[in-house]
Protein backbone atom coordinates (compact mmCIF):
# COMPACT_ATOMS: atom_id res chain seq x y z
CA UNK A 1 0.00 0.00 0.00
CA UNK A 2 1.56 3.67 -0.79
CA UNK A 3 2.38 6.03 1.89
CA UNK A 4 -0.33 8.12 1.11
CA UNK A 5 -2.70 5.74 1.11
CA UNK A 6 -1.24 4.60 4.68
CA UNK A 7 -1.73 8.40 6.07
CA UNK A 8 -5.03 9.47 4.64
CA UNK A 9 -6.34 6.06 6.30
CA UNK A 10 -4.70 6.70 9.50
CA UNK A 11 -5.89 10.38 9.73
CA UNK A 12 -9.69 9.25 8.69
CA UNK A 13 -9.14 6.51 11.60
CA UNK A 14 -8.48 8.88 13.99
CA UNK A 15 -11.30 11.69 12.60
CA UNK A 16 -13.80 8.51 12.92
CA UNK A 17 -12.42 7.96 16.62
CA UNK A 18 -12.79 11.94 17.89
CA UNK A 19 -16.33 11.95 16.07
CA UNK A 20 -17.69 8.82 18.12
CA UNK A 21 -15.95 9.93 20.93
CA UNK A 22 -17.31 13.47 21.11
CA UNK A 23 -21.07 12.27 19.90
CA UNK A 24 -20.66 10.39 22.97
CA UNK A 25 -19.47 13.16 24.95
CA UNK A 26 -22.48 14.94 23.69
CA UNK A 27 -25.80 12.20 24.32
CA UNK A 28 -27.77 12.95 27.12
CA UNK A 29 -27.68 11.25 30.00
CA UNK A 30 -23.90 10.68 30.13
CA UNK A 31 -22.33 10.15 33.31
CA UNK A 32 -20.28 12.95 35.09
CA UNK A 33 -18.57 12.68 38.58
CA UNK A 34 -20.21 13.47 41.99
CA UNK A 35 -19.88 16.41 43.57
CA UNK A 36 -21.01 18.69 46.66
CA UNK A 37 -21.28 22.38 46.64
CA UNK A 38 -19.82 23.55 49.81
CA UNK A 39 -19.89 27.34 49.52
CA UNK A 40 -20.63 29.91 46.62
CA UNK A 41 -18.54 33.21 46.16
CA UNK A 42 -20.40 35.05 43.64
CA UNK A 43 -19.83 32.69 40.25
CA UNK A 44 -17.55 30.46 41.96
CA UNK A 45 -18.53 26.99 43.28
CA UNK A 46 -16.53 25.60 46.19
CA UNK A 47 -16.75 21.60 45.68
CA UNK A 48 -16.25 18.75 47.09
CA UNK A 49 -15.41 15.31 44.85
CA UNK A 50 -14.83 12.04 46.65
CA UNK A 51 -11.91 9.94 44.84
CA UNK A 52 -12.06 8.55 41.49
CA UNK A 53 -10.48 6.91 38.97
CA UNK A 54 -9.11 8.18 35.92
CA UNK A 55 -7.46 7.42 32.36
CA UNK A 56 -4.56 9.76 32.27
CA UNK A 57 -1.92 11.10 29.33
CA UNK A 58 0.53 13.88 29.20
CA UNK A 59 0.85 16.47 26.80
CA UNK A 60 2.99 18.42 24.76
CA UNK A 61 2.22 21.75 26.52
CA UNK A 62 -0.44 23.26 28.66
CA UNK A 63 -1.79 25.14 25.89
CA UNK A 64 -5.52 23.75 25.30
CA UNK A 65 -5.65 25.11 21.47
CA UNK A 66 -2.01 22.72 20.64
CA UNK A 67 -2.34 19.43 22.49
CA UNK A 68 -6.08 19.71 23.73
CA UNK A 69 -6.60 17.16 20.32
CA UNK A 70 -3.97 14.86 21.04
CA UNK A 71 -4.94 14.50 24.45
CA UNK A 72 -8.14 13.71 23.40
CA UNK A 73 -7.29 11.42 20.98
CA UNK A 74 -4.95 9.34 23.13
CA UNK A 75 -7.64 8.46 26.20
CA UNK A 76 -10.59 7.91 23.55
CA UNK A 77 -8.31 5.36 21.78
CA UNK A 78 -8.10 3.51 25.45
CA UNK A 79 -11.83 3.45 26.28
CA UNK A 80 -12.86 2.45 22.67
CA UNK A 81 -11.25 -0.73 23.00
CA UNK A 82 -7.26 -0.03 23.09
CA UNK A 83 -6.67 -2.13 25.72
CA UNK A 84 -5.39 -5.63 26.35
CA UNK A 85 -8.86 -7.04 26.17
CA UNK A 86 -10.28 -5.06 23.41
CA UNK A 87 -12.73 -3.20 25.85
CA UNK A 88 -15.29 -0.40 25.33
CA UNK A 89 -15.37 1.64 28.49
CA UNK A 90 -17.97 4.29 28.21
CA UNK A 91 -17.26 7.83 27.52
CA UNK A 92 -17.90 10.47 30.51
CA UNK A 93 -17.82 13.97 30.71
CA UNK A 94 -16.07 16.29 31.45
CA UNK A 95 -12.60 16.16 29.60
CA UNK A 96 -9.83 17.37 32.04
CA UNK A 97 -6.44 19.02 30.94
CA UNK A 98 -4.08 20.02 33.74
CA UNK A 99 -2.27 23.61 33.12
CA UNK A 100 0.61 22.82 34.76
CA UNK A 101 4.17 22.89 33.48
CA UNK A 102 3.96 19.17 33.00
CA UNK A 103 0.57 19.02 31.46
CA UNK A 104 -1.85 16.74 31.37
CA UNK A 105 -5.02 15.10 30.00
CA UNK A 106 -7.94 12.43 31.62
CA UNK A 107 -11.53 11.04 31.73
CA UNK A 108 -12.99 10.12 34.81
CA UNK A 109 -14.08 6.06 34.45
CA UNK A 110 -17.13 5.42 34.88
CA UNK A 111 -17.83 5.29 38.44
CA UNK A 112 -18.96 1.11 38.48
CA UNK A 113 -15.10 0.57 37.79
CA UNK A 114 -12.39 0.64 40.17
CA UNK A 115 -8.74 0.90 39.11
CA UNK A 116 -8.29 -2.55 39.16
CA UNK A 117 -11.44 -3.70 37.28
CA UNK A 118 -10.35 -1.80 34.41
CA UNK A 119 -7.94 -3.12 31.16
CA UNK A 120 -3.98 -2.51 31.02
CA UNK A 121 -3.88 0.49 28.16
CA UNK A 122 -2.32 -0.11 24.98
CA UNK A 123 -0.20 2.50 24.76
CA UNK A 124 2.55 3.50 27.25
CA UNK A 125 1.23 6.98 27.37
CA UNK A 126 -1.89 6.10 29.24
CA UNK A 127 -1.94 5.63 32.83
CA UNK A 128 -5.19 4.67 35.06
CA UNK A 129 -4.99 5.93 38.40
CA UNK A 130 -7.05 6.95 41.45
CA UNK A 131 -7.83 10.44 42.45
CA UNK A 132 -7.75 11.23 45.76
CA UNK A 133 -10.65 13.43 47.30
CA UNK A 134 -10.18 16.58 47.27
CA UNK A 135 -12.16 20.33 46.93
CA UNK A 136 -12.05 22.60 43.53
CA UNK A 137 -13.30 26.07 43.34
CA UNK A 138 -14.99 26.23 39.86
CA UNK A 139 -15.90 28.99 37.71
CA UNK A 140 -18.06 27.91 34.82
CA UNK A 141 -18.68 29.76 31.58
CA UNK A 142 -20.50 29.08 28.26
CA UNK A 143 -19.95 29.41 24.84
CA UNK A 144 -16.38 28.29 22.52
CA UNK A 145 -13.21 28.44 24.64
CA UNK A 146 -9.34 29.04 23.42
CA UNK A 147 -6.28 29.58 25.11
CA UNK A 148 -7.09 33.20 25.80
CA UNK A 149 -10.49 32.49 27.43
CA UNK A 150 -9.41 30.13 29.73
CA UNK A 151 -6.14 32.28 30.96
CA UNK A 152 -8.70 35.12 31.67
CA UNK A 153 -11.45 32.75 33.60
CA UNK A 154 -8.29 31.18 35.58
CA UNK A 155 -7.23 34.82 36.33
CA UNK A 156 -10.53 35.62 37.34
CA UNK A 157 -11.23 33.02 39.18
CA UNK A 158 -7.92 33.40 41.50
CA UNK A 159 -9.04 37.04 41.89
CA UNK A 160 -12.27 35.59 43.62
CA UNK A 161 -10.01 33.32 45.85
CA UNK A 162 -7.73 36.31 46.87
CA UNK A 163 -10.79 38.62 47.69
CA UNK A 164 -12.01 35.09 50.33
CA UNK A 165 -8.26 34.80 51.76
CA UNK A 166 -8.72 31.00 49.60
CA UNK A 167 -5.36 30.16 48.30
CA UNK A 168 -4.61 27.96 45.44
CA UNK A 169 -3.52 24.60 45.79
CA UNK A 170 -1.52 23.23 42.62
CA UNK A 171 -2.08 23.65 39.33
CA UNK A 172 -5.22 25.23 37.28
CA UNK A 173 -6.99 23.46 35.22
CA UNK A 174 -9.51 23.49 32.55
CA UNK A 175 -12.79 20.86 32.29
CA UNK A 176 -15.08 20.60 29.26
CA UNK A 177 -18.21 19.47 29.05
CA UNK A 178 -19.26 19.51 25.21
CA UNK A 179 -18.63 17.98 21.72
CA UNK A 180 -16.90 20.37 19.34
CA UNK A 181 -19.90 20.86 17.00
CA UNK A 182 -22.40 21.93 20.07
CA UNK A 183 -23.30 25.31 19.47
CA UNK A 184 -26.06 26.03 22.80
CA UNK A 185 -25.37 25.08 26.20
CA UNK A 186 -21.75 25.01 26.43
CA UNK A 187 -20.13 24.38 29.56
CA UNK A 188 -16.78 25.56 30.20
CA UNK A 189 -15.41 25.35 33.59
CA UNK A 190 -11.59 26.55 34.94
CA UNK A 191 -10.70 24.89 38.36
CA UNK A 192 -8.00 25.07 40.89
CA UNK A 193 -7.64 23.04 44.50
CA UNK A 194 -8.07 24.68 47.53
CA UNK A 195 -7.45 23.70 51.12
CA UNK A 196 -10.92 23.70 52.50
CA UNK A 197 -12.19 22.99 56.38
CA UNK A 198 -14.37 19.82 56.01
CA UNK A 199 -15.53 19.38 59.23
CA UNK A 200 -19.08 21.39 60.17
CA UNK A 201 -19.31 22.32 56.90
CA UNK A 202 -23.14 22.90 55.75
CA UNK A 203 -23.88 21.31 52.39
CA UNK A 204 -25.84 23.13 49.42
CA UNK A 205 -27.55 21.02 47.00
CA UNK A 206 -25.34 19.81 43.49
CA UNK A 207 -25.38 22.78 40.87
CA UNK A 208 -26.05 21.01 36.98
Known amino acids: MKPKIVWTLAALGAATLIGVAAYSLSSPGIETPEYRVLRTFDKVEIRYYPSMVVARTPVNSASFDQSGSNGFREIAGYIFGG ?19 SATMYFVMPKEYAATDLPQPNSGRVVVAEEAPKVLAVLRYGGF ?11 ELGETLALQGLQPEGAFMYMGYNAPWDVVNRRNEVAVEIEWPMSGTQLQPRAE
Open 83 to 101: NARNQKIAMTAPVVMNLSD
Open 145 to 155: TNDREISAKCS
